[in-house]
């Protein structure tokens, strides 16, 4: 199985926060994980602490707060 890096806007919703759980305890070959959108220093505290509650050694880190290409419109 390939290792896996997650991007993640995890903290406003559960569904981050529970996928991330999810892909913590199954034994999926997680490798690392960054933060986007928004307060992203917040998201990787967020993140972080769940892998620390894990145990597993797995970085995490902050990607950007903005999309690159500028603001996007909603559907």
Known sequence: MNSILLSTDIGSDIDDALATLAILNVGMPLEGIYTVNGDV???????????????????????????????????
Not at 46 to 66: Q, T
């Open 41 to 75: 220093h917040a998201r990787a505290c967020i993140a972080k602490h769940m892998v620390n509650l894990s145990g597993k050694p797995i970085e995490v880190g902050m990607g950007a707060s903005k999309p690159i290409g500028g603001e996007v419109e909603p559907w």
